[in-house]
């Protein structure tokens, strides 16, 4: 717009200098008309040649933690640029622990603004600090650049579509905090020593040591090393434990959500499933919501391997509180594919008369089950069932200092 009324502004001056045949004026209209084209065309190559990066020193983090992101333009031209705006597209839950930024009520984003000042061949890098304290799968971009002439008459404007991911996993606390016995934390006396090896199931090999069956040697490895190599095998005595995840935090009919609850039992079932593989469960999670883009519900088999928790922790920081199945159901269908030893923990804020009964017939049958309560629960009893209460009275970001929770 104000390179248009320069414009404008210049021709009308030329046109009334010729026509009263003032020289000076014709002078002073004609350098205008010449600063005019000169800004046009600074503002058409302003953006040519330049380069813009984003990167964040993490894309997987924890709550609470912090990142940082790095911001560099690079000028690869001889024109410098008196200004360079860059307008980054950040994700609303996350908080910039320097710079300023704009909410934008529309959307759930927030726009950084940079301004920057690049000479002829020059790079400019920036870092913010990120605080991560909310649990999702974030997305960083895209970015506006926008440029012009010395005068700021005329502009020009690009876009970066680049996209950057963050991954902020859910809070995780010792059991203890969760008022939780983290030493056979549901009851289940393990054994120490395995009674017999799987031959078919086998993790690996080691060295040879003393006592080590020769039906165990692998004598490709030992041929390839020099050195005695045995073979490792799955334990048969494996504890399966599967967490129940129930998304609904309020009873029926009402179909609302109780945000804090819903965090505290992702805060719960985040420990727990750390807690148990770290003492050799084989862990499985189930949630009675879909997989983001799909309409299967969240469903991890129980498994010791490594990756298993980062699985775990990835499918418990993009869910939402959207109840696809009843727990009861879920638990039904699902307990059918867990081996009959195994444990099966149910976390609810909403524990309902179809989900106890369910639980009680399973128990009646054999099978392991746990119930852990979000919240206080009024009206309900669980008399005869394994259950642990975890309190909502303090907010579950300040739960590195509790210790709650009971045992019936």
């Known amino acids: 717009m104000i390179g248009g009324l320069w414009l404008f502004f210049t021709v009308v001056l030329l046109i009334f200098s010729l026509l009263t045949k003032q020289v000076p004026l014709f002078i002073v209209a004609l350098l205008f008309f010449i600063a005019g084209a000169i800004a046009r ?38 024109l410098p640029l008196p200004w360079l705006q860059v307008e980054e597209q950040l994700p609303d839950q996350v908080t910039l622990l320097k710079g300023e930024s704009e909410h934008s009520f529309s ?26 304290n909310h649990r999702g799968y974030f997305m960083f971009g895209p970015t506006k650049l926008s440029s012009g002439d010395v005068f700021g008459f005329f502009n020009r404007y690009q876009g970066i579509e680049a996209i950057d991911h963050l991954m902020v996993y859910p809070k995780m606390v010792p059991l203890e905090k969760l008022g939780i016995p983290s030493r056979q934390p549901l009851g289940e006396i393990r054994t120490t020593k395995h009674l017999f090896h799987d031959p078919v199931l086998m993790l690996g090999i080691r060295e040879y040591v003393h006592g080590d069956s020769l039906k165990s040697i692998e004598w490709k490895s030992t041929a390839r090393t020099g050195s005695l190599q045995t073979k490792i095998f799955e334990p048969t005595t494996t504890v399966d434990m599967g967490i129940f995840l129930d998304v609904r935090t309020v009873s029926l009919p009402l179909w609302s959500v109780h945000p804090e609850k819903f965090e505290l039992a992702i805060v719960t079932a985040a420990s727990l499933a750390n807690q148990a593989l770290s003492e050799d469960y084989r862990v499985g999670l189930y949630i009675n919501k879909n997989s983001p883009g799909t309409t299967e519900m969240i469903h991890i088999p129980p498994s010791r391997h490594p990756e298993q928790l980062k699985h775990i922790l990835e499918a ?35 524990p309902n008369e179809p989900l106890l009964a ?51």
């Not at 190559?45 to 990066?53: A, C, G, K």
């Not at 746990?370 to 739960?399: A, F, R």
Request: hydrophobic share 40%; charged share 20%; proline share 3%.
């Open 41 to 78: 065309l600074w503002a058409r190559y302003s953006l040519s040649r330049v380069e813009y990066h984003r990167q964040l020193s993490s894309n997987r983090v924890f709550f609470g933690e912090e990142i940082k992101m790095a911001v560099e333009v690079i000028n690869r031209k001889i």
């Open 107 to 132: 959307t759930n984003y927030q726009i950084l603004t940079s301004i920057f000042l690049l000479s002829s061949y020059h790079r400019i890098k920036k870092y913010y600090p990120i605080k991560c």
């Open 316 to 350: 418990l920081a993009m869910i939402q509180p959207i109840e696809i199945m009843p727990i009861a159901r879920m638990l039904v269908t699902e307990s059918r594919s867990l081996p009959w030893g195994s444990t099966m923990v149910v976390i609810t804020a909403s």
């Open 358 to 408: 369910t639980l009680y017939q399973m128990k009646r049958v054999g099978r392991k089950v746990v119930l852990i309560t979000i919240g206080s629960q009024d009206g309900i009893s669980s008399e005869g069932l394994t259950t642990y209460n975890i309190s909502d009275d303090i907010g579950w970001e300040k739960m590195e200092a509790m210790s709650l929770g009971t045992k019936r």
